[in-house]
């Protein structure tokens, strides 16, 4: 999966929150928003999926730890389409994160590895960032 944007001084902070605005590609499969320490070691690994064979249009949500996936949290809902222009925001809460997206969908996550600063984010495969801000 491509990477299209990847930081590593994000500075992230409990009580932040990041707003995402960007553009679902018109044959997007699927992207993620990683945030954590490294690509190994991640605190949320933020999935929509338009091809999961096993219930359509997904949301999935895990972590990682040293390169391993714990496991899988799933939204069957998808409040975004392909092609389309879209904002959505991750609040870093001490316990969770929380997704808030279009139509209202929102989704959690605990904060499985009791991070309090992250400093990696990337953005993988058919999403492509316009603007993103840490609130
Ligand atoms: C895997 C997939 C990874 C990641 C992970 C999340 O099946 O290949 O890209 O999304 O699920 O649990």
Redesign the pocket.
């Known amino acids: 999966m491509s990477t299209n944007l990847e930081i590593h001084s994000l500075g992230m902070k409990t009580g932040t929150t990041l707003k995402i605005k960007g553009k679902v590609d018109s044959d997007a499969a699927r992207f993620?928003v990683n945030l954590g320490n490294n690509s190994n070691d991640l605190a949320l690994?933020f999935?929509p999926r338009f091809d999961d064979s096993r219930d359509g249009y997904v949301i999935?949500c895990?972590s990682k730890s040293g390169g391993s996936?714990q496991s899988?949290q799933r939204e069957k809902q998808l409040p975004f389409s392909q092609g389309s222009t879209v904002k959505f925001s991750i609040e870093f809460k001490d316990d969770k994160f929380v997704i808030k997206m279009p139509e209202g969908v929102e989704m959690e996550f605990p904060n499985r590895h009791n991070y309090n600063h992250i400093d990696y984010m990337a953005v993988n495969g058919g999403f492509k960032v316009t603007s993103f801000k840490l609130d």
């Open positions: 993620n690994h999935n999935v895990n996936w899988e």
